[in-house]
């Protein structure tokens, strides 16, 4: 018992060092996130964080990993049971707007932040956010396409450019809300994305 005790523990422990790198990742940026730097947030010695992660490129990559899982989460566990094709599409566009508006980190959604910071560079982390963006991508048009099948888009639909249109109304709700201090981003990213799959708005 206390073993599993101490297994717990730790994995508690690791779970709020995660959680402190990304709240400071989204305002800062992942290079933000140091070892020293999270040691001094959760009252934590240096050699008891990088105990639990080895290197600050283990650090960020979980780090990725634990924002990865929480868009999987919050955007699309919600809807993956509905029927595939516009019905999921349409629930999955709500369902990542209302992610992006309100991601729960204090510079906002923290994908779209590492995103930015990383898509030029080269690397393991790089890798990382790249792979799960594009398992996202594949969820995307694999429901457009079945959209496609099923009559509800027209044939000849450029599912890439769905994606990518989708995707671009996502990640300009951060900018808009942080930057500009816009307060409807989710009803105009709502409509643009209704737009793009051609259904009319329901508002």
Known sequence: MAGRASAQAALETRRSVL???????????????????????????KAGVIGQFRSKEKLQLETVDLVLEDVRTRVWQPVCHL????????????????YAVDPGYAGGCLL?????????RTGAVHDRIAEGRARWRDTLRRDIDAAVAAGDLPPGTDAPQVVYGLESLAAGITPA???????????????????????????
Do not use: K
């Not at 800062?28 to 947030?41: F, K, N």
């Not at 779209?112 to 030029?120: F, H, R």
């Open 112 to 120: 779209t932040q590492v995103t930015y910071d990383y898509d030029g």
């Open 83 to 98: 029927d595939a094709g516009l019905p999921r599409l349409l629930a999955v566009c709500a369902s990542w707007v209302r």
């Open 19 to 45: 959680c402190a790198a990304a709240e400071l990742a989204s305002v800062e940026g992942l290079d933000s996130v140091t070892i020293g730097r999270l040691a001094d947030r959760l009252g934590m010695s």
């Open 177 to 203: 809300r942080l930057l500009h201090g816009d307060n409807q981003t989710e009803d105009w990213a709502l409509r643009g994305m209704h737009a793009i799959l051609g259904v009319p708005s329901t508002d």
